[in-house]
Nanobody
Framework: VQLVESGGGLVQAGGSLRLSCAAS????????MSWYRQAPGKERELVAA????????VFADSMKGRFTISRDNAKNTVYLQMNSLKPEDTAVYYC?????????WGQGTQVTVSS
């Protein structure tokens, strides 16, 4: 199993980023996928998930209306579109299977939002 996140960077508050996660080593289209994030000094938290059938869940009220998860099964890729970014969105973002994660994680992609 390999999960490779990309698309992070430094952005000003109010800006947007689109994260990508390229997955391999398993039948991607058969599984739900998710995005997590971990801010400095905090535990990893579940941000959003998408089922194998395309049903979408955003877990935190603070992200609803700003974050959208999507997937392209032809490319074995899951995306996280993040709009109206806030400094508190600063974190390393990871993808993984949903609802049960793989034990191994990718390297993540750093998102830094400046005020």
């Amino acid at each position: 199993v390999q999960l490779v996140e990309s698309g992070g960077g430094l952005v000003q508050a109010g800006g947007s980023l689109r994260l990508s996660c390229a997955a391999s080593g398993f039948t991607f289209s058969s599984y739900g996928m998710s995005w997590y994030r971990q801010a400095p000094g905090k535990e990893r938290e579940l941000v959003a998930a998408i089922t194998s059938g395309g049903g979408r869940i955003v877990f935190a009220d603070s992200m609803k209306g700003r974050f959208t998860i999507s997937r392209d099964n032809a490319k074995n890729t899951v995306y996280l579109q993040m709009n109206s970014l806030k400094p508190e969105d600063t974190a390393v973002y990871y993808c993984n299977k949903y609802p049960i994660t793989f034990t191994s994680w990718g390297q993540g992609t750093q998102v830094t939002v400046s005020s």
